[in-house]
């Protein structure tokens, strides 16, 4: 069988993981905080016995769309977005520490801060956790102060300060559950040059426009890697009819 079909079905293959990015981008245009995948195709040479005569396609994912997304505001007290650049802090799921820009927090049954998808919000020692209270009031520096239940309504009380982190954006990289994460993978110190605006929620910076554009274009790649397995196919078949008449 021609070695062109493998170098066309690798193509359409790697179209097919591109596809799933832009798929995924698409799937979270309104998801607070997100930040869009890249992807690119590059061409690979197949060394062998010989010289390199094939060339495979390889899908990549260069890096993440770290620019901001508009700000919305919602007036709602527990809405935060970062002001500028900078990450909140959050508790993974599997313990360590990540960084996420959604600020869509919530207060659990249990007394947890949590971020809409249900992580964990990192403050000076630890998970932040609420006791039942009057109000809840962050301030642009993260600070979180509560109006204990059955106290005087002027009783305001620091609680504790949300984690706010600004690592270098070379060292951040984004794992397969959406947060990101220094590479080296030790915590990063909390700073006060991070502020925050509340009664707001950062939007995604997925741009709605050029990621369908973008679907479109791997569409039309991944027929024409079709068209070429066609071709081979059909270059085959000649070939065995040829013997056939020899």
């Known amino acids: 069988m021609d070695r062109s079909l493998y170098v066309a079905m690798s193509g359409a293959k790697q179209i097919l993981l591109a596809q799933a990015s832009n798929a995924n981008n698409l799937a979270n245009a309104n998801t607070p905080g997100f930040r869009?995948?890249?992807?690119q195709l590059r061409s690979m040479p197949v060394f062998g016995n010989g010289y390199p005569s094939r060339v495979y396609a390889m899908t990549e994912r260069p890096g993440v769309d770290l620019s901001t997304g508009s700000l919305q505001t919602t007036g709602r007290d527990l809405d935060v977005a970062v002001n500028g650049e900078g990450w909140l802090a959050v508790q993974s799921a599997d313990?360590?520490?990540?960084y996420t820009r959604a600020g869509d927090l919530h207060i659990t049954p249990e007394g947890r801060l949590v971020t809409g998808g249900g992580l964990a919000v990192l403050g000076n020692a630890g998970p932040i956790a609420?006791?039942?209270a009057q109000k809840v009031e962050i301030g642009t520096d993260g600070t979180i102060s509560i109006i204990p239940q059955s106290a005087n309504a002027t009783a305001l009380a620091i609680l504790?300060?949300?984690?706010l982190v600004k690592p270098d954006k070379s060292r951040l990289e984004k794992?397969?559950?959406g947060l990101m994460r220094v590479k080296d993978g030790a915590p990063t110190a909390a700073t006060n040059e991070v502020q925050l605006v509340?009664?707001?929620l950062e939007g995604s910076n997925v741009s709605t426009v050029e990621e369908m554009v973008q679907m479109i274009e791997l569409a039309r790649e991944f027929e024409y890697q079709i068209k070429m397995m066609k071709t081979v196919e059909d270059n085959g078949?000649?070939?065995?009819e040829l013997m056939r008449i020899g």
Do not use: C, L, Q, V
């Open 36 to 39: 869009a995948d890249f992807e």
């Open 130 to 132: 609420i006791p039942p």
């Open 198 to 200: 509340t009664g707001a």
């Open 160 to 163: 504790d300060r949300i984690k």
């Open 175 to 177: 794992g397969e559950d």
């Open 237 to 240: 078949n000649a070939s065995a």
């Open 95 to 98: 313990g360590s520490e990540a």
